[in-house]
């Protein structure tokens, strides 16, 4: 977004400080060149292209029927809540009461809930790299300090507890992560968190934002919490929703556990931001959970199959350095062995230059690494069908092979 003199006359610093979130703003491209006339496909976007189960779309309409259209509670239906509190025992074996879960309008809104509930101005917040688009920018509006710290490529770009100990100072009030990762689908294992969780011990005023959203997206065995590291469990705060699990990212329905004193901060939080988010939504979301995992894992399973075709094909463009992602729906390559190529006089001086040539040349849409702290890298969504994504890397291929 590119403000007027105008604009900045009158807009607040905090708005004009904010980055616009990039992979919407390339979707917006997307479409705006399918618009006129172009055969686009868009893996630029972390959603699902499976429809919600019907069972679920069922229980929606069942709810506008029986009248479900007034005012929720604010932090969601008792129902809603006693259903995500069975959920949590029964998958990751987390005792959560449902007055220390708040329901929101997404799972973004629950990580802003407890981002502004916990950062003070000046409050350093140290973030797992890559990261998802919106945590920094979600920092910087509490006016914290985003601390990036990089994982390696050789580790399937994992920050290591000794990475994290390293860059914990005494200004350090949160840690947040994703697993399994967006954009890069890594995994973090037990052995892993339970490194992380020996460090944290050590700094009683550190937090964590757990983001699970891609939980049930996990092609490398049992989904593990850190909040289940009884050390540190007050100070974990857990993210999930609905969208990507059960294929709702339209309905807007998102969650967090935590201690009581977190989880009644962010009902307060979001008391003056939205209130409690849809009525048909939240039933939808309860009948979800009622009916169990078994749609989600058999998306999952697609979602693994897909992963390996993509996996081999991209192995077949030259400079393209990739891994073995174990979750999500992502592939999160480095692409740095292009910086410095051209075509007809433009030259490939970042991810987001080759990112536009690849829109514009090979009409498909990707998202460059610099929104996600890797400006070496590119993401490419595999949440499309099979025929899609073979076209997409054989474009993609004959596309580069121009770049001198």
């Not at 105008?6 to 904010?18: C, F, G, M, P, Q």
């Not at 618009?35 to 309409?61: C, R």
Request: proline share 4%; aromatic share 10%; with cysteine.
């Amino acid at each position: 977004m590119r403000e007027t003199e105008e604009a900045k006359a009158i807009l607040s610093d905090r708005i004009l400080s904010l980055a616009e979130s990039q992979t919407i703003a390339m979707a917006k491209k997307a479409r705006e060149l399918a618009a006129k006339g172009y055969d686009v496909i868009n893996l630029s976007f972390g959603e699902p292209d499976f429809q919600t189960p019907q069972y679920i779309k069922d229980a929606a309409k069942q709810a506008i029927d029986e009248g479900f259209t007034f005012y929720t509670p604010v932090p969601g239906y008792p129902e809603l809540r006693q259903e995500i509190s069975k959920k949590f025992k029964r998958d990751n074996n987390l005792d959560y009461a449902p007055e220390q879960i708040v329901v929101s309008t997404g799972a973004k809104q629950s990580i802003a809930n407890a981002v502004l509930c916990l950062v003070n101005p000046g409050d350093e917040v140290i973030i797992f790299s890559p990261y998802w688009v919106s945590y920094e920018e979600i920092v910087k509006l509490a006016e914290g300090i985003p601390v990036p710290i990089m994982g390696r490529l050789e580790n399937d770009y994992k920050v290591t507890a000794e990475q994290l100990e390293k860059a914990i100072t005494s200004n350090t009030k949160l840690v947040m992560y994703s697993s399994p990762c967006n954009p890069t689908g890594a995994v973090f294992e037990e052995e892993e968190l339970t490194a992380i969780a020996r460090v944290l011990e050590k700094y009683p005023q550190v937090h964590v934002i757990a983001d699970e959203i891609y939980e049930y997206i996990n092609f490398s065995g049992k989904h593990f919490s850190i909040a289940n590291i009884d050390s540190i469990r007050d100070r974990v705060v857990t993210v999930n929703g609905f969208s990507k699990g059960y294929a709702m990212t339209g309905w807007r329905v998102g969650y967090l556990a935590a201690s009581r004193e977190i989880a009644a901060a962010c009902d307060k939080m979001q008391s003056q931001i939205t209130s409690g988010t849809c009525s048909i939504a939240q039933k939808a979301a309860a009948a979800a959970l009622k009916g169990g995992n078994a749609s989600a894992l058999e998306m999952a399973e697609a979602y693994r199959r897909r992963r390996d075709l993509v996996l081999d094909l991209m192995n077949g463009i030259p400079g393209f350095k990739t891994y073995l992602p174990n979750g999500a729906f992502y592939i999160f390559p480095d692409v740095s062995a292009y910086f410095g190529k051209q075509f007809e006089g433009k030259t490939m001086e970042s991810a987001e230059d080759l990112s536009m040539f690849i829109l514009s040349d090979a009409h498909v849409a990707v998202v460059s690494g610099e929104a996600f702290g890797a400006p070496q890298c590119i993401r490419f969504s595999f949440a499309a069908s099979d025929e899609k994504l073979v076209e997409a890397m054989r474009r993609i291929k004959n596309s580069l092979a121009k770049l001198q």
